[in-house]
């Protein structure tokens, strides 16, 4: 193999040599709307939020957006989401559950003074999937990576099992909470099961664990957990389209869509260069399981 020392040497000298601050100059565009939304089939009050995006020297201080007029509906019923006091650009509705099967459109006026009545009218659409009837278990399976060597905790997968739908297009987001806190509140820290190729399998049973590896939602260790501790699992179904944009957002540089407009993250807030952000719906299936200390037990 050759050696070539030359190479070395100006690698030295650029590390080693004087070196002189430069400042970069870079050209901060126009805020534009962040839009972060949900509506579900959960009987809950569901939420919108708005902000403006931040250029790249103010990116710590994002302005929210107050006074707008948010609204969901599904060409039949309009449900608004109403502003909190003390929380300003948090939107919320009341006690409300969508319903599967439906296309819900967001529509959201923000106040503007350079349009012609005064408001920058934004809207998205997002078509609530179907979702299985009931996941049968949750089971926390003890796990060890190196077997026969011993554990200062118990270390449980949290796995699964259901009769996933036929329909390939659905992903089945995964929401996890222990005593009703969630473990998995960052949009792309959320886990998402495509079923592409096993959609209608028996997720985890033994014709799907022919074809694939066992899917475990989570994991958790005994010394985090107390006896009788609640650890709950909510499926939702999502769309290909949402998956895509939280992948976007996992492997996109800061990752965050209220840093300015990402031309690489996606989204379906309209009209195109107005907004950043999603819109999203989910029907929602939930499951429980209790742990108790004799579980660690070996």
């Not at 007029?69 to 006690?95: F, M, N, W």
Request: aromatic share 10%; glycine share 8%.
């Amino acid at each position: 193999m050759k050696k070539y020392p030359w190479i070395v040497l100006l690698l030295l000298v650029g590390l080693f040599s004087c070196r002189e601050d430069i400042v970069v100059d870079l050209e901060a565009g126009s805020p534009m709307i962040g839009v972060e939304g949900s509506f579900t089939d959960e009987l809950k009050r569901h939420e919108v939020i708005l902000s403006y995006t931040a250029d790249f020297y103010n990116a710590d201080e994002i302005r929210m957006v107050s006074g707008a007029r948010v609204v969901v509906t599904d060409g039949v019923d309009t449900i608004p989401y109403l502003e909190q006091a003390d929380q300003p650009g948090h939107y919320l509705t009341d006690s409300v559950a969508g319903r599967k099967n439906t296309l819900y459109r967001l529509l959201v006026d923000v106040p503007d003074a350079g349009e012609s009545d005064g408001f920058l009218h934004l809207s998205a659409e997002s078509y609530m999937n179907d979702n299985i009837e009931e996941i049968d278990s949750l089971v926390m399976k003890p796990f060890n990576l190196f077997p026969g060597l011993p554990m200062k905790d118990t270390v449980f997968m949290l796995v699964p099992y259901f009769q996933s739908l036929a329909d390939p297009t659905i992903v089945y987001k995964v929401r996890l909470l222990e005593d009703g806190v969630s473990q998995s509140d960052t949009l792309t820290k959320a886990l998402a099961i495509p079923m592409a190729g096993y959609a209608g399998y028996y997720v985890n049973g033994p014709e799907f664990l022919e074809k694939n590896v066992e899917i475990a939602v989570g994991m958790v260790k005994s010394s985090e957990l107390h006896d009788g501790e609640v650890i709950r699992l909510d499926l939702l179904s999502i769309s290909m389209e949402y998956l895509t944009f939280i992948y976007s957002l996992s492997f996109s540089m800061g990752s965050n869509p209220m840093m300015g407009p990402p031309t690489n993250v996606p989204t379906n807030i309209q009209p195109a260069g107005e907004a950043v952000g999603w819109f999203y719906t989910a029907s929602v299936v939930s499951v429980e399981t209790v742990y108790h200390t004799q579980d660690s037990i070996p």
